[in-house]
């Protein structure tokens, strides 16, 4: 069973940083697919960024563009979420997730079925 646990979220004024991360300890995450979903209060979760394995590419969705910046640590085997320029919108658990058959596409967003493995999630809010 994989284990994923998520760390770094928190309440933080508008404008504000924060950085998730994600570690799965005794699953090597360097050779899988690792996204960011968020799910807010009445909505769907959504993916937000992926991260695929084979080159490191990157997807994001626009609402977040230019904003977060997911990345990936080899020697720590850890996926991190920077986000900066915080919104209150950006309010919302966000849960890391692994898929081990689909590969992140830059030109569309990872969906739910694409991932076999759930972390906990991490509660960011976003208020002043």
């Known amino acids: 069973q994989v284990q994923l646990v998520e760390s770094g979220g928190g309440l933080v004024q508008p404008g504000g940083s924060l950085r998730l991360s994600c570690a799965a300890p005794?699953?090597?995450?360097?050779?899988?697919?690792v996204a960011w979903f968020r799910q807010a209060p009445g909505k769907e979760r959504e993916g937000v960024s992926c991260?695929?394995?084979?080159?490191?590419?990157?997807y994001y969705g626009t609402s977040v563009k230019g904003r977060l910046t997911i990345s990936r640590d080899s020697a720590k085997n850890t996926v991190y979420l920077q986000m900066n320029s915080l919104k209150p919108e950006d309010t919302a658990v966000y849960y890391c997730?692994?898929?081990?058959?689909?590969?992140?596409?830059?030109?569309?967003?990872?969906?739910?079925?694409?991932?076999?493995?759930w972390g906990q999630g991490t509660q960011v809010t976003v208020s002043s």
């Open positions: 997730a692994v898929g081990t058959l689909y590969l992140c596409s830059a030109d569309s967003p990872p969906r739910r079925y694409e991932y076999d493995y």
């Open positions: 991260i695929n394995p084979r080159d490191d590419s990157t």
């Open positions: 005794g699953f090597n995450l360097n050779y899988y697919n």
